[in-house]
DNA sequence: CTGAAAGCGCTAACAA
DNA sequence: TTGTTAGCGCTTTCAG
């Protein structure tokens, strides 16, 4: 039997019907005698029929398949351990609902236009789950705002495009928070590209629980890097060599906040004696590191699940519930800062 | 512009030619005169055309779109964090190809059968890389004699099928090797599920290496566990509690050596000093604990770099130079183990 | 070198 | 309730 050969015309030949009864049948259609429904299924079962999805997508313009689009501008994105749940996230609902799945990285930055349009209007993907990018990325925005099913991660100024959220702002509050609670004063906050939207509302939660505490802001103990272990260890090398004294790390990033555990011991600052280290994300090295990092998690495979199923219900034409999906975070107190807030 | 509205037609027809002529010069058809070409391509730019892939796919029979397949019995695989590293290679050279790639998990077991059928016959890829599953799974077995272009991500017993394999048992050999050579003499062996070849595999590298050095295969020693950090852990307390001693640890991955770390950390038992460890992966999170983990190297970026490069060959009708490829692997010593081999 | 036209496999509107 | 048929958008023979 060779692959895809048996069309529904075979089988309704098999069967004794016309094509477009097959077609009615297989899909469950009432208007189908039961009787000819059996028929036609045992024939279909009998040749090992599988519709050509193609020619099912020609005529029918849906492709049941969705893309999960990860732009180039954070393409750091991709080798994020967060990446992977949120992955998980999204195929469990495609599975439950026969979707498929496709991944698109865009290339270079300069092709990313030709790129998004061609994912638009090729016609093979049904809607997009779209990867938080640049603020200053144009092309997203013509993405959203093309009219074709997007669901955004993130935070996006505009009425009528779908998102799912983090609260990015008062997770990092309760971050900055719990280390003024431990009586942390001089706390460094290592922030991630503050063209992404998510390093400004996670530096404001900051600058919120300082002036809560009364601790006046000091723009010299903000530095802003760009999520990766190796600009965490950085980070603390350049504070050294600043000479600026602190007490606390409120690190934009679990990446960033373990490589700054490193280079904190590989200058012999113990951790959290002298200096309290919360991250955030919770990623699965959060607990594996030596002190265990106290963190924000994120449920990035629930994320995952609401963007999808959001998608979902629009595609299919379903309610959908919420334009904006605001998810929480959550503290997970570790070993990193020494204890509980008094 | 509504999406996807325009066609070949309002090409051919704001060109003045025919859509056959359209097609074939956007394909850059040689037959084609050089200023009609130039015409059509004006007339497709003002138009901003972009080929509707359904209809493309649906006559050429080519979808420009592989499936990257991740089997039910393995999906395990799919937490693990250097699937992203393959999964970046794959996407690399796709890019280069303007490929499209979809990531298909099968559901529950007892649909995998249908699922693999659908995969292979509903014309929606045209071929697939499938990650390294049980060799007890029968559908897998199906999937790679189906004559449908198939990688495989591991060994396979069978001339034709295309393989990229790493050197799992050399890779194993070298990290007995290095904690015998360090003088250890009771080596530990977690190893994976013992249904997948790759465990098998290591599992024979390390008795070979305790062989060549006249250390005697105990089997109380080996621990058979399912490649998870929790298993790690476990198996270190189930030696405790079976008052097996032991003074080197030889891990089936870095998951399982990073719990045995932690767990030898809560019983107090010194790493390197008491007990050398080794890890088998080399992800991100091996030299980010403490102490950092000696592990065997995989590349597996380079891995998947490989095996999109093989699938496309084949696609392409190129020319496929080798059926298996096996990469090397490395030893990489860092702090786990104690020191250079004697 | 280009146009006309068949037809990929399927669905859905219309007829019977 | 079922059959007939047009046609989704494209590529590719076959003529010219």
């Known amino acids: 039997m060779g692959k895809g050969k048996v069309t529904i015309k075979d089988v309704a030949k ?12 297989l899909a469950g259609d009432p208007r189908i005698n039961e009787k ?5 299924e045992e024939a279909a079962h009998k040749l090992n029929y599988i519709p050509n999805e193609v020619g099912r997508s020609l005529r029918s313009r849906k492709t049941e398949t969705i893309a999960f689009v990860i732009p ?4 750091h994105v991709f080798s994020h351990p967060y990446f992977l749940k949120l992955l998980e996230g999204i195929t469990e609902v495609l599975e439950e609902y026969s979707y498929n799945l496709q991944i698109s990285t865009t290339p270079s930055e ?9 994912i638009l209007r090729s016609n093979r993907v049904d809607g997009i789950i779209l990867s938080s990018a640049s603020l200053k990325d144009r092309n997203i925005l013509r993405m959203v705002e093309s009219g ?5 991660l993130g935070k996006w100024h505009h009425e009528e495009v779908l998102t799912v959220e983090r609260d990015d702002f008062r997770g990092a509050y309760e971050a900055a928070s719990h280390l003024a609670g431990l009586g942390r004063r001089r706390i460094v906050h290592i922030s991630g590209p ?52 602190y007490d606390g790390i409120f690190a934009g990033n679990d990446l960033m906040a373990i490589g700054a555990l490193k280079q904190l011991k590989r200058m012999n600052i113990a951790v959290p004696e002298e200096v309290s280290v919360v991250g955030f994300d919770d990623i699965d090295m959060a607990d594996a590191v030596t002190p265990e990092l106290t963190t924000v998690h994120q449920p990035m495979r ?41």
């Open 14 to 25: 098999v069967a004794g019907v016309s094509t477009g009864t097959v077609s009615y049948a």
């Open 36 to 40: 000819t429904r059996k028929l036609v």
């Open 72 to 75: 180039n501008t954070s393409s």
């Open 110 to 118: 300069k092709e990313e236009a030709k790129a998004y349009d061609k």
């Open 148 to 152: 074709f099913p997007v669901v955004y």
């Open 194 to 245: 503050l063209d992404h939207q998510e390093s400004v509302d996670r530096l404001e939660g900051y600058k919120q629980a300082l002036s809560d505490h009364q601790i006046l802001y000091d723009a010299s103990l903000v530095v802003e890097k760009d999520f990766s272990r190796e600009a965490g260890a950085a980070a603390v090398e350049e504070l050294r060599a600043a000479n600026v004294r």
């Open 302 to 342: 629930e994320i995952g699940r609401m963007a999808a199923e959001k998608l979902l219900a629009v595609l299919q034409d379903r309610e959908v519930p919420e334009k904006r999906s605001i998810v929480s975070t959550r503290l997970i107190i570790r070993e990193s800062c020494g204890g509980q807030p008094q």
